[in-house]
């Protein structure tokens, strides 16, 4: 038996092996169309990509037709190089580049020479082509935005490099793909499937017609359209409010986690990042270090909160049970917390309850609030924990899971924090109360902050942050229908919610009401250092505000960070009055407001970073005036006059 187990193995595998031969080779063609076959011709229909529309079903980008010139570089013969050039506008250098690049790719499979003509390019082309061999058209579908706001959101589309063809056998030389923002996040869903055809050539690379009678030929499927959660209004009136500015506002829809507005300063027109200015473009905003237009300061700038913090150090303190709402502070003006060491605080002083110290934003009540609840555990490392778990369970300290793809967690200690900072131990809470008032170690994005308004306006919980309302004919990710529940009792918002109100009424924002709409909100400023020249230097501090309105029935969460822009109520705190009015109202009704802050400019403040010199202050300057001038075009109420470093405290 052993005797004859082993040849029949043998003759039973030979067998399987020649019998998948015999398949592959003859009845298979799908190897034989993936590999470089001289006498098949392959040619791509590329689908248009879907249309992104607004909330309200506004068409924000659409589409235009493009055109490549793509090379097979075996198939070139007989070119009069001087003629092809003088066509399409280059230079023979760039021509002989562009024809070694495609040698490269491959000599025998098409790669784009020349990318995104327009129609007078291609016509002007067209009409000579069969004097180029080798040479051919493919039409692509390019991005025709209607909108000239909103970059950071849509992303824009760009060639496949080689390592994305290696990873993702779908793309080829010259196929498009999304990067950043949403023509990123769902590239698969916008993009389409690209159909194909097959043609079979003879020995003298003539085309004879269909490859298997057009067996292996697919048709092109258009990539879906998606309605984004965006209010393309109130997105467009961020972004002019945001002008000679630097910083990002979120706006969420609280009940739905649904993002209203999305604004980095600065940002730029999408549609120059079209067409074959595409690639020069890209690369000045890629080089400004000094605006990072590219930059998206909403989901990835991190920064102190400052003041709003104090909302998640009393709702903590709350839930400890180490304060309630009649607790009594003494504020001197300030907290002295240890010996040697104070607390300046700029509210009115004398005895504080937890209401009062919200809107007059007390350091010393939130600073003895957070030390209460350190020190109510005998070991600070389990008291920190303890705390931040609370904080963390608002979606703080972490990736959000948006449907965007660029973000970053922004920073809750933990007990493993002050381990690596205090190695030896012997830290307490005094050595970490700055967490209290939003400086320390806490660290927040402005979509986090946005996200934090909008779980205390639904009182204890929130929906993950998405942009995606609806996409043709697909429901969204459930993870975005998902109710998230903090770990703080929904009994300890209401006293939180009633001080943010009287923020607006008698506190740090009076001065920002908005008739008809009851507004909660917060002030907030926090410190602010740079290195110059090598010197750790203090700079103007950063204006911060948040807020979120009706105070009952909310409809929108608001935050606004501005860099260098000083007291949370002097520019901060006016955007978020202006863009809640314009949101629940369309209109504006506090235009001393908005005239204010059209013309506020803290390019002055900019220059002075990393020791500018002359040239780029000049810079700064023109591109200033620039903007202004622009929005004097579209808002004639606008003086002329350019105010420069305004700081004057409302």
């Known amino acids: 038996m052993r005797k004859v187990l082993l040849p029949a193995l043998i003759i039973i595998g030979a067998a399987l092996l020649v019998i998948r031969i015999f398949y592959l080779q003859i009845i298979d063609d799908t190897f034989k169309l993936k590999s470089e076959n001289n006498a098949i011709k392959i040619k791509y229909d590329y689908p248009e990509r879907g249309y992104i529309y607004d909330r309200f079903g506004k068409l924000l980008v659409a589409n235009q037709a493009s055109y490549d010139i793509m090379v097979i570089p075996r198939e070139i013969k007989n070119l009069d190089t001087l003629e092809f050039c003088q066509l399409l506008n280059i230079k023979k250098e760039d021509f002989i580049k562009n024809i070694e690049k495609a040698k490269v790719y491959s000599p025998r499979l098409p790669s784009v020479f020349l990318s995104q003509l327009n129609k007078v390019e291609f016509a002007a082309f067209q009409e000579k082509i069969r004097n180029f061999e080798g040479f051919y058209f493919q039409k692509r579908s390019l991005r025709d935005y209607q909108a000239n706001f909103g970059a950071n959101i849509f992303g824009f589309i760009t060639q496949v490099n080689d390592n994305i063809i290696k990873k993702n056998p779908y793309y080829k030389s010259g196929d498009l793909i999304g990067k950043q923002g949403v023509e990123e996040s769902y590239e698969e869903i916008l993009r389409g499937i690209k159909g194909v055809t097959y043609t079979q050539k003879d020995k003298y690379n003539r085309e004879i017609g269909p490859y298997k009678d057009g067996r292996y030929d697919t048709i092109a499927v258009p990539g879906k359209d998606i309605t984004l959660t965006i209010d393309a209004e109130i997105q467009k009136y961020g972004e002019e409010l945001m002008v000679n500015k630097r910083g990002g506002i979120v706006a969420i829809e609280p009940k739905t986690g649904e993002i209203l507005a999305l604004i980095t300063a600065p940002s730029y027109d999408p549609g120059i990042l079209v067409g074959r200015q595409r690639s020069k473009n890209y690369t000045k905003l890629y080089r400004d270090s000094i605006a990072k237009p590219l930059y998206d300061r909403g989901l990835l700038a991190e920064y102190p909160p400052g003041s709003p913090f ?6 903590v303190a709350l839930q400890e049970q180490v304060i309630d709402e009649n607790t009594t502070v003494a504020c001197h003006h300030g907290f002295s917390y240890a010996r040697g060491r104070f607390m300046r605080c700029h509210c009115r002083g004398g005895l504080l309850q937890l209401h009062r110290g919200i809107y007059e934003s007390c350091n010393a009540y939130f600073g003895t609030a957070y030390m209460r609840t350190i020190n109510k555990y005998a070991k600070p490392g389990y008291a920190v924990d303890v705390w931040s778990d609370h904080v963390k369970s608002f979606g703080l300290g972490q990736f959000m899971g948006y449907d965007l793809p660029t973000g970053r967690r922004g920073k809750i200690p933990t007990s493993a924090t002050y381990k690596k900072m205090y190695p030896n131990g012997g830290w307490r809470s005094t050595a970490i109360v700055s967490n209290a008032i939003g400086q320390g170690e806490v660290l927040m994005t402005p979509i986090q902050l946005a996200n934090m308004m909008a779980t205390v306006a639904n009182e204890g919980y929130y929906y993950t942050p998405h942009i995606i309302k609806k996409i043709a004919g697909t429901t969204i990710d459930k993870k975005f229908t998902t109710k998230h529940v903090t770990t703080i009792d929904k009994s300890h918002f209401k006293p939180i919610i009633s001080g943010l109100f009287d923020v607006y009424n008698m506190g740090t924002a009076a001065g920002l009401r908005v008739e008809g709409i009851d507004i909660c ?29 009706p105070k009952d029935n909310p409809k929108i969460a608001i935050a606004i ?25 369309k209109k504006i009704t506090r235009t001393d407001l908005e005239t204010r802050i059209l013309n506020t400019s803290l390019q002055g403040q900019y220059a002075k970073l990393g020791g500018l010199n002359e040239d780029v202050k000049r810079e700064l300057r023109i591109k200033d005036s620039i903007a202004q001038l622009k929005l004097k075009k579209q808002n004639p109420k606008l003086t002329t006059e350019v105010k420069m470093d305004s700081t004057k405290k409302n």
Do not use: C
């Open 561 to 585: 960070m501005i860099e260098n822009g000083g007291f949370g109520s002097t520019i901060a705190g006016p955007i978020a009055s202006l863009m809640i009015e314009k949101y629940l109202k």
């Open 521 to 549: 909100g917060k002030t907030g400023t926090a410190e602010n250092f740079a290195k110059i020249n090598g010197v750790r230097t203090q700079l103007k501090d950063h204006s911060i505000f948040v807020a979120f309105a």
């Open 310 to 315: 104090k909302i998640m150090t009393g709702l």
